[in-house]
């Protein structure tokens, strides 16, 4: 691994210990329960919502002023994005070997926010942050 790939890593992971006190106010708040809702967003489908939530902290530690306003879902949203549809070969469902030069591609459209654009040196640590824990392992289940 690079020094540059150890530092994002390290960003990454400093940020995660950051919020990692979600009770003290500084955290991601745990889903609401309802079970009567009828709708499942994004990230129940997903069903990594721990993953997501991680992805989540770490981008509001990192990008305060592209999360500002943005809801939990919504950004689970995108990271889910990335996942699902830039990584992954859509005919498919597995990893594709252009996938991160997708990703990259796509993730300043995804994550711009108010007039904030999202450059290719961002664009690269959001793309670890997402591997390193939405998109981790995310495995295909066969039909």
């Known amino acids: ?21 979600a009770g003290k106010g500084g955290g991601v708040a745990a889903p609401p329960s309802n079970p009567g809702a009828t709708t499942v967003g994004p990230v129940a489908t997903f069903g990594r919502p721990t993953e997501v939530a991680a992805f989540v ?10 999360a500002q306003g943005r809801s939990d879902e919504a950004l689970g949203a995108d990271v889910i994005q990335v996942c699902q549809h830039d990584l992954r070969d859509p005919s498919t469902g597995r990893r594709s070997a252009h996938g991160e030069a997708v990703a990259l591609q796509r993730i ?8 904030i654009t999202v450059d290719l040196t961002t664009a690269r640590t959001i793309l670890a942050v997402a591997q ?9 289940k066969e039909s």
């Open 57 to 66: 902290s770490t981008f509001r530690v990192l990008y305060p002023a592209l």
């Open 108 to 115: 300043p459209g995804r994550f711009e926010r108010d007039g």
């Open 1 to 21: 691994m690079s020094v540059r790939g150890v530092w994002v890593w390290g960003v990454a992971l400093v940020a995660m210990a950051g919020c990692g006190a």
């Open 132 to 140: 390193g824990t939405a998109c981790g392992t995310v495995e295909v």
